[in-house]
């Protein structure tokens, strides 16, 4: 089992006939995803890498049955195509786009809780499912099929995490990129259920960084709900304060809330398994895969 | 994007919340010809962007003609925090008789809005919630609704505001958050809020976050942006799209990568082994070899760059460009050392292109193999 997305999902890409969203389309095909549908509007009738293009996601969804949208669209845009795709009745939307404005976030995040759907991003570098399926942009020759669920704040530690696991055979059940901007659609606390009901994940790695209180949250609900162990990477622990660090979550602020100490301080009392870097957390994965 | 309080203040009369009548000088001499224009006293603020302007003298007093000339020479030689003060603010002095508190600011973990009042205010937010805790309300405004009379109805009975201020309150807490939702706001804070000696209430000063990736809709503070970075490469920077962060003023060593992740994870193992990193930039994703050649000059610029950490994870990023990149610009980063970590697309070809390179580069194995290589040779 693997949880938001396998092989039976069947996947629209809003934003389809641009340059990323063509090539990424090749490349989720390739992997074995049902990419079923793209929708761009005003190129409807086009087809791309074989998948019929609507302009609308209605169209998509009635036509195809579609049950997950990735959205290749700028973030100027991205509040548009989000909330066709959420309004649309689409349950599972994932978007990519680095830098959505903060107040587009805050109305969606709470749109799409009131209509029963998972908005997973912006920044996000998707969703994989090792071995089934992926929506989004990640190198998928590093991913293998696993007990270890990941979700992350940042694509690069998420590679970085997974391509080390790669070298010691470790696989993966379902990584999912939560996302880096200030506004998540879905944070941490959101996805802990899931990992926690599914079968095929034993232990859950969680990579955060400054910024925010994400992590402070999951504490909170791990130390509640959580059996299975979490591992957990905060990064930015030597950023300067009241400076964004590339991603637009990622800043402490003046007076020291969102500090990478505070968040490790409650992740270890709720009982997480802190690490260092990306190789200490994946010798503690390893630790915990051989304790079994 | 926080903004100079002059510039807050432009935006509170564009809603005619009322505030301070001012006007922005440039230099002394443009100050000292407020004279005749701006009736003594008058307030001359320095427009920094740091706190603590008060404390450092950044604000003065004039009560006539010499006493201008004197503090506009005064100001304009100041540094606060090692900031040059190169705006200052004048305006006829307000004789005030209370100072209030209030805020509309942003709650990321609730993910609302939230305003902020106290009708005890001039000193900090976190002063107030200990001196005051009983008279600081806290109300969340919910990002799909307008703000509505019954909010602002429990934020004045909640605080006790007296009846004759809430006619002015309630104007000036609309028109807040009107500037709050269309300006894209992080934070949008008036501090003091001051009852003027006429028992009016008036912006004493402003603060205006405005979030950066939202600045696309607002090409007038857009503009602004540029006008106010202190740091020269941090726009150079900004002009190819990549993100130049200085980190610390010592240390030597500079990190480049391909992601804010990587680059704080580099960061903090490096600052673990005792070694300190003095800038950072972000190439984002899809460098070509044209922009990894400008990324490392732009990073060279600052002089105290001796090493550079090139730590590239590719997705999408390929390694054979950011290969080529490094071999263009060898013959202009004189006396620069440089550790490369390559990993992902096309890997084996990039590395082929830099084997043939200087003694000048090193390569990694991975990012804790670049962190050791740093430290055998400048660790203590």
């Not at chain 1, 999912?176 to 009901?197: H, K, N, Q, R, T």
């Not at chain 1, 232990?203 to 130390?223: D, K, N, R």
């Not at chain 2, 230099?27 to 224009?37: C, F």
């Amino acid at each position: 089992m693997s949880f938001l997305i396998d092989n039976e999902t069947r996947l629209i890409v809003q934003g389809i006939t641009g340059r990323e969203g063509a090539f990424h389309t090749e490349q989720m095909l390739i992997y074995g995803t049902q990419v079923v549908a793209g929708v761009t509007p005003g190129k409807g009738g086009a087809e791309v890498h074989g998948v019929p293009v609507y302009n609308t996601v209605m169209e998509a969804k009635v036509k195809h049955g579609a049950n997950a949208a990735v959205l290749f669209v700028p973030p100027k845009f991205m509040y548009g195509a989000a909330y066709e795709a959420i309004i649309s009745g689409i349950p599972l939307v994932i978007t990519i786009a680095e830098g959505v404005p903060v107040h587009d976030m805050l109305r969606l995040h709470h749109l799409a809780r009131e209509k029963g759907c998972r908005l997973i991003g912006p920044n996000s570098f998707g969703i994989i499912s090792p071995g089934k399926a992926k929506a989004g942009f990640m190198a998928h020759r590093i991913f293998s099929e696993g007990s270890v669920g990941l979700m992350s704040r940042s694509a690069t530690n998420a590679y970085e995490t997974v391509f080390l696991m790669q070298q010691k055979g470790i696989g993966q059940s379902t990584c999912i990129g939560v996302g880096g901007d200030m506004i998540p659609g879905s944070p941490f606390v959101d996805m802990l259920p899931l990992f926690e009901a599914d079968e095929q994940t034993e232990i859950i790695v969680m990579i955060g960084e400054i910024g925010g209180g994400e992590e402070e949250l999951a504490a909170a609900y791990i130390s509640e709900h959580v059996t299975k162990p979490v591992v957990a990477l905060i990064a930015g622990k030597n950023a300067p304060k009241d400076t964004s660090m590339g991603h637009a979550g990622a800043i402490v602020s003046p007076d020291g809330e969102g500090s990478a100490e505070n968040k490790e301080a409650v992740l270890r009392a709720a009982g997480v398994h802190i690490a260092e870097g990306t190789e200490h957390l994946v010798e503690i994965v390893e630790q915990l895969i051989k304790g079994k | 994007m926080k903004l100079l309080e002059y510039k807050a203040h432009e935006i509170y009369r564009r809603y005619d919340l009322p505030c301070m009548n001012g006007m922005v000088a440039s230099s002394a001499e443009e100050l000292k010809a407020m004279d005749g224009r701006i009736p003594y006293p008058m307030v001359l603020k320095s427009q920094v962007q740091t706190g603590g302007r008060g404390k450092a003298g950044g604000i003065q007093f004039a009560e006539n003609r010499k006493e201008l000339e004197e503090k506009a020479d005064f100001l304009f030689n100041l540094k606060i925090k090692d900031l040059p003060v190169e705006k200052v603010f004048a305006a006829h002095k307000v004789e005030l008789t209370r100072e209030m508190y209030l805020s509309i600011t942003l709650d990321r973990k609730v993910k609302q809005a939230v305003m902020i009042f106290s009708p005890e205010g001039g000193v900090d937010i976190n002063q107030i919630a200990e001196e005051n805790p009983d008279k600081l309300v806290t109300v969340y405004l919910p990002p799909n609704e307008p703000l509505q009379d019954f909010t602002l109805q429990y934020v004045m009975d909640a605080s006790g505001l007296d009846e004759k201020y809430r006619a002015d309150f309630k104007d000036i807490a609309g028109k807040l958050y009107r500037i709050f939702t269309e300006y894209n706001c992080l934070l949008a804070e008036i501090n003091p809020l001051v009852v003027t000696d006429a028992g009016r209430l008036l912006a004493l000063d402003g603060k205006i976050d405005i979030d950066d990736n939202a600045l696309f809709k607002h090409e007038d503070v857009r503009l602004f942006r540029d006008e106010i970075t202190g740091n020269p490469l941090v726009l150079e920077a900004r002009s190819f799209d990549f993100l130049y962060i200085p980190i610390q003023e010592k240390g030597s060593i500079a990190v480049i990568s391909n992601g804010s992740g990587m680059i704080m994870s580099s960061i903090d193992l490096i600052s673990k082994q005792g070694m300190a990193v003095t800038c950072a930039l972000d190439l984002g994703g899809g460098a070509t070899s044209d922009r990894i050649k400008e990324a490392l000059r732009i990073v060279a610029e600052n002089p105290k760059v001796e090493t550079i950490f090139l730590n590239i994870f590719g997705g999408i990023t390929r390694c054979d460009e950011i290969a080529n990149g490094i071999m263009g610009s060898l013959s202009h980063l004189q006396s620069i050392w440089l550790v490369v970590r390559l990993e992902g697309t096309n890997k084996e070809k990039g590395l082929a292109i830099l084997e043939s390179a200087s003694d000048r580069v090193t390569l990694a194995a991975g990012l804790k193999d670049g962190v050791s290589i740093l430290e055998n040779r400048l660790g203590a």
